[in-house]
């Protein structure tokens, strides 16, 4: 699966989501795309979409995008407090659907 990690997680976290092609919004270009372009974009080229936005699917119009979208739902954005979630979200990335948001330790 493509996983494309939201730019406001850290790069590292990339590493741990072993068995999967992941790429960071930085690597893409795309640091400076806003939250609704960001998701046309990588619903051409991503099957997932990773972010600690919890507010996205309130902002965005989640099933007009053809992409699903994972939330990371940790006490802060550090990496060893992603990390921890790293488990749960492997096993979430094979049931996450397009134009559907899945929370992942909430």
């Keep these: 699966m493509k996983i494309l ?9 990339s ?4 068995g999967h092609e992941v790429r960071t ?6 640091s400076t795309v806003r939250n609704g372009e960001l998701l046309s ?10 972010t600690v936005d919890r507010n996205l699917s309130f902002q965005q ?14 006490k802060t954005n550090r990496l060893s407090d ?14 996450a659907r397009p134009g559907a948001v899945t929370y992942v330790g909430a």
């Design 61 to 74: 119009n989640l099933p007009a995008f053809s992409i699903a979208v994972i939330v990371l739902c940790a």
């Design 5 to 13: 990690l939201d730019e406001c997680i850290d790069w590292r976290l």
């Design 25 to 30: 919004a930085r690597q893409m270009g795309w």
């Design 15 to 18: 590493r741990e989501i072993v």
């Design 41 to 50: 974009l990588a619903a051409q080229e991503f099957d997932a979409f990773v």
């Design 82 to 95: 992603l990390r921890r979630l790293v488990p749960e979200l492997l096993a979430s990335v094979s049931i």
